[in-house]
């Protein structure tokens, strides 16, 4: 759906309308093309704190530009070393040394001159620990504080520039961080903004660490609801990361069902997920897929979702139990299916797609913001249970997404929807697609039990 206000305000006369009359100027993002690079600049790589580093010691260097120079990024450690009238790509900060109050103030101080020098759709990215972990109390509060820091510079950050904040548990390491820290920095995370990730140890065997063009190569990905929009872009990064896709529709669908998975050289099942035998039937299905040559893990990505929006008071029976239905009761059947078929095992991933409004309530939504708020309720309860099994458990949180649902909203509502994010735009499906694909690769590994926004920094959400 096109964005018109976007379009004009991008235009010269209607930049200058804009400008003259305060109003907002949404950025064209840099999201992921293929041969691009990690990002458009330098990045700067920073450490803070008054405590003990994970990551910079005088044996091993700098791991985080390590970590930046592997994926292919130039990661400089002093700003006076970028040559001036250089844009930054991203700045990087290693704030797991942040322990004491000053220790805020000077990692405050330090980001300033950095950020002015930031260019379009640039990063800023602090790397913590997770406040949980700590018995100091300055330290667990210092740290609780780089929350507060992050999501505020993601609001004040132009031309598409994004803020992010990893947290570390007590075990993890480099390793587990290479996934999480290539995906916020690069242009796949483009409306991901203000977004904390906690990051905990995993195992690491040479099949999850598994890097490269098609970090999914040998999973088989069911997507459920893939006829189009979100479900459809989801099917298709999946396949352009080397899973072997089946896409899942209602019968109803399935012509368009069929055009994606022709498109990306899938499996077509049409399949209604809350008919009694949808658990049985996708079992089956899958145990199929998973004995082709090659396959090796699964990846379910429970992405059908349904509306039917009324006032609390005007809701009725039957549109409480068809958003429960397709939303939280068939994602929960589904997965206990899988689970009792011993389809789930080490390096599995399931992803649930939730919603902001789940996460807020949104108002005439009382049964879809419950049903999206149980999916975020779904993964954090599956993750230790699939953690016995090196598995993991994740949703995304869609915010304003431009797709055939919201361009059913008033024009004033959807207006608002767009303007009142940071990146002051709505998403693109191809936004939540890429979130979900980095949340099941191998490198994701020690990301489990969280819930990621997909909203551009919207007021709606937490």
């Known amino acids: 759906m096109r964005d018109v206000y976007a379009e004009l305000v991008r235009t010269a006369p209607g930049a200058a309308v804009a400008r003259r009359l305060g109003l907002p100027r949404p950025a064209v993002l840099r999201r992921s093309e293929p041969g691009a690079p990690l990002l458009g600049g330098p990045a700067l790589v920073l450490a803070a704190g008054s405590g003990a580093s994970v990551f910079r010691t005088r044996e091993a260097g700098d791991a985080l530009a390590s970590l930046l120079a592997r994926a292919g990024a130039d990661a400089q450690l002093d700003l006076a070393a970028v040559p001036e009238g250089t844009r930054l790509g991203a700045v990087v900060v290693d704030a797991t040394g942040v322990t004491r109050t000053p220790d805020l103030t000077a990692l405050g101080l330090a980001l300033g001159p950095a950020v002015r020098r930031l260019g379009a759709s640039a990063r800023v990215l602090l790397v913590g620990r997770t406040p949980a972990h700590l018995d100091d109390v300055e330290a667990a509060a210092v740290q609780q504080g780089l929350e507060g820091l992050v999501r505020t510079v993601g609001k004040e950050l132009r031309a598409g520039a994004t803020a992010g904040l990893l947290r570390l548990a007590p075990d993890a390491g480099p ?90 050289r899938g499996q077509a099942l049409a399949l209604d997920v809350t008919a009694p035998d949808a658990p049985h039937r996708l ?30 008071v005007n809701l009725d029976a039957a549109r409480w139990e068809a958003v429960l239905g397709v939303n939280l009761a068939a994602p929960l059947r589904l997965t206990e299916a899988l689970l009792d078929a011993g389809l789930l095992g080490a390096g599995a991933r399931v992803v649930g797609v939730s919603s902001t409004s789940g996460l807020a309530g949104n108002r005439g939504q009382a049964n879809y913001a419950a049903s999206k708020a149980g999916v975020a309720g779904m993964v954090r309860a599956l993750a230790p249970r699939l953690g016995q099994v090196g598995a993991t458990a994740n949703a995304v949180a869609p915010g304003f997404i431009e797709t055939e649902m919201t361009a059913k909203i008033p024009p004033l509502l959807r207006q608002l929807g767009r303007r009142t994010a940071s990146l002051q735009q709505g998403g693109l499906p191809v936004d939540v697609a890429e979130a979900v694909a980095w949340l099941a690769e191998p490198a994701s590994a020690g990301v489990t039990g969280q819930v990621v926004r997909v909203c551009g920094q919207a007021l709606v959400g937490a």
Do not use: C, K, W, Y
């Open 283 to 312: 079992v089956e299905h899958l145990r199929r897929a998973l004995d082709g040559p090659g396959a090796d893990r699964l990846v379910v990505v429970h992405n059908a979702g349904i509306t039917r929006d009324r006032l609390l």
């Open 175 to 264: 390793a587990e961080l290479d996934g999480p820290l290539r995906f916020l920095v690069s242009a796949r995370s483009a409306f991901v903004d203000g977004q904390v990730v906690d990051v905990a140890a995993a195992v690491h065997d040479d099949d999850v660490r598994r890097a490269g063009e098609q970090p999914l190569s040998g999973a088989v990905a069911v997507v459920t609801g893939a006829a189009r929009g979100i479900g459809r872009a989801t099917a298709q990064v999946l396949a352009r990361q080397g899973a072997h896709v089946v896409a899942v529709d209602v019968p109803a669908a399935s012509g368009d069902l069929a055009r994606t998975a022709n498109g990306v």
